[in-house]
């Protein structure tokens, strides 16, 4: 999924934000595209090509060198969506939101790229993970993550990997 133009334009703040406390850093386009590409570990040509964890990855490592305090999960507004989130994508589908999916939003899917770049993976390897039999996925037919149920299972199952791997720290759950 390519980047949301509110994800562009934060890389390109927080750049700039960075190139003007950082001493010998090019604030030119030039200079972005290279620090991009070095962080991507591919050629990016324009911020318009990055895909949303890249988004959020070069976001996360400028704010880092800002010293910014970031907490890269929102918590729900309100009760009923907190609720919603604890509920959607669970093996006991005999609640209320079953029958009324929500479509996955930039919010439903930060947690699923934190927890993916913890595990050292790329989207590409989240995809080949998503159509694997060991996948949340795996007996249906469409492996998009389409819904907000899809989201936390995805979330949920990576989670998991986590404290497994020993990679799971409270404090940076999002």
Same mark, same amino acid.
């Given at each position: ?14 750049? %700039?934000?960075?190139? =003007? $406390?950082?001493? #010998?850093? @090019?604030?030119?386009? &030039?200079?972005?595209?290279?620090? /991009? ?40 507004? %309100?009760?009923?969506? =907190? $609720?919603?989130? #604890?509920? @959607?994508?669970?093996? &006991?589908?005999?609640?209320?939101? /079953? ?50 149920? @899809? ?24």
């Amino acid at each position: 999924m390519k980047a949301t133009k509110g994800q562009v334009a934060r890389v390109q703040v927080v750049y %700039s934000q960075m190139a =003007a $406390r950082e001493i #010998g850093v @090019d604030n030119t386009r &030039d200079g972005r595209l290279q620090w /991009a590409s070095e962080l991507c570990q591919r050629k990016i040509t324009s911020f318009s090509d990055l895909s949303r964890g890249e988004a959020i990855h070069l976001i996360d490592q400028a704010q880092a060198i800002l010293g910014v305090d970031y907490k890269p999960y929102a918590w729900p507004n %309100s009760r009923e969506q =907190a $609720r919603r989130a #604890g509920l @959607d994508g669970r093996k &006991d589908v005999d609640h209320e939101f /079953a029958n009324a999916p929500q479509i996955v939003s930039d919010e439903d899917m930060i947690p699923v790229y934190s927890f993916m770049q913890r595990l050292g993976w790329d989207e590409t390897r989240l995809k080949a993970w998503l159509a694997s039999p060991r996948s949340p996925f795996a007996k249906r037919e469409s492996k998009d993550i389409k819904t907000k149920a @899809d989201a936390n299972q995805v979330r949920w199952a990576l989670k998991r990997m986590l404290q497994r791997q020993g990679k799971w720290d409270k404090e940076e759950a999002a």
